[in-house]
């Protein structure tokens, strides 16, 4: 039913038990399945709104590639320092006047009020970076649950959609995000998010 759909994938912890490299060449067979690295970049325009895509290795990013994983890492396609790639690739964002949207993904949650929580890592690498760079959207899953989130003083809005496969049932950790941070939360059942762009507004809607 994904027949001409493209699919932007990035990995996460469950991926990187497995074979990534499967994944990676799995476009040989599939040309709507893109994943070519494990960061890369794409630009999708529609109805005149173009919005680039900087899809990150979070596993990386968070520093959780120690032990067995090491193998794995070093026989993938990866910039040789992950945080100054996305440095460069939002602030080449940030100063594209073509651009109406910029989006980060990483299969880590920088905040979330979920069964996992925030990522003490990510806070403390990526979130000045996206703050820095004006990026308007991090859209991550890991917690099963769907969450909106977003700083009272900040500017970057916080997605969490990991509830495709299942949700924990589980009531939202308030403690583990900054005061007033969490917007919306429900893990009552399986669920995913809907994106819409436009010239004026980003609509995420939740199902």
Not at 152 to 166: C, E
Request: no cysteine; hydrophobic share 40%; charged share 20%.
């Amino acid at each position: 039913p994904l027949t001409g759909v493209p699919v932007f994938a990035i990995a996460g912890n469950h991926d990187w038990g497995g074979n990534m490299t499967a994944q990676l060449h799995l476009s040989r067979l599939m040309p709507n399945w893109r994943f070519p690295a494990l960061f890369y970049t794409e630009t999708l325009e529609q109805d005149g709104v173009r919005v680039k895509l900087i899809m990150s290795d979070s596993q990386i990013l968070a520093g959780n590639v120690e032990g067995s994983y090491r193998a794995v890492r070093s026989a993938l396609p990866q910039p040789e320092n992950a945080t100054a790639w996305m440095e460069r690739e939002l602030s080449a964002a940030d100063a594209d006047p073509e651009l109406d949207y910029v989006v980060v993904t990483g299969h880590y949650p920088v905040y979330s009020a979920g069964l996992g929580g925030s990522t003490a890592r990510l806070i403390e690498r990526l979130r000045p970076l996206l703050e820095r760079y004006h990026a308007d959207l991090y859209l991550a899953g890991h917690d099963h649950d769907l969450q909106h989130l977003r700083e009272p003083a900040g500017s970057v809005d916080y997605v969490v959609t990991g509830a495709g496969s299942r949700a924990n049932r589980n009531a939202p950790y308030l403690e583990r995000v900054p005061n007033n941070t969490s917007r919306f939360y429900t893990a009552r059942g399986g669920g995913w998010v809907r994106l819409r762009f436009t010239k004026g507004a980003l609509y995420a809607t939740f199902y």
